[in-house]
């Protein structure tokens, strides 16, 4: 009899999981976690009621492991999401009038603290632009809309364009070839472009293009109180432009973006 029961204890042992190193694993809608734990930013937690982590510093999103909440797109135009292809996204401005093709990502898969990275890889596939009108094309906002991280081309002088409520003054700055020339391989169809905002609270927000810093803008001491620029809502994609009736066949795609809540995140 203590033989059986020795040998059904270590069974019954051996049939227990510990969910402890399974804690903080990437999860998502997909790949969710195991029963015992929960998803919360992208991360398994035994936690049944999480509190946000104001001061969490990690990836909180990844395109290919997240994708995207939604899609908005105009008649005329399209948002691609591949997901067998780490959910790659391809926007086209296929028709006249057709002004917006994005896809996004709402609040609860975005940072929730003052310092972080905004980024990934964009290639133009097809240079169809308007010659004359700025269009965003990536951006980070808050609950009312504000840009943490807009970004914009400036087709007429093939430029790069930047506003940020960073700090209590918008920055807004357009970058040109001729003074910037990191931004001009943006306009090389067929070319994959790294594009990467870092911030930290009261101390700078700095732009780089292909791992070339373009600009870099001091942020004063005090300026902004802690979690006032919180980010509520990511859209990749032409966002519209009034005069892109003018000039269709504008493509894009874009691969590998992240958001993190730490600016030497990759």
Known sequence: MRALCALLALTCSACLVDLQPLEGRACSAEHPCPDG??????????????????????????????????????????????????????????APGADRALAQAERDALPQRDDGMFGGTLRLVSAGMPRDVEFTF????????????????????????????????????????????AVAPLYVSGRDNQIAVRWRHNQYVELSVNSERVERFDLPTGGIAPGARLAARLQLGV????????????????????????????
């Open 239 to 266: 966002l519209g432009c009034s005069a892109c009736a003018a000039d269709a066949g504008l493509s894009l795609e874009y691969r590998g973006w992240k958001v993190s809540g730490d600016a030497d995140a990759l």
């Open 138 to 181: 990536a951006n980070l906002e808050t609950a009312d809309g504000q840009p943490v991280v807009e970004l914009y081309f400036i087709p007429d002088s093939h430029g790069l364009g930047l506003r940020s409520t960073l700090r209590p003054t918008l920055i807004w700055n357009g970058f040109g070839p001729e003074s910037f020339p």
């Open 37 to 94: 734990l929960y998803c919360h930013q992208l991360r398994c937690t035994s936690e049944a009621t999480p509190q946000p982590r104001y001061d969490d510093g990690g990836l909180v999103w990844e395109q290919a492991v997240a994708g995207f909440s939604s899609t908005d797109v105009y008649p005329g135009a399209r948002a691609q999401v591949d997901r067998a292809d780490s959910n790659r996204l391809r926007v086209d401005i296929a």
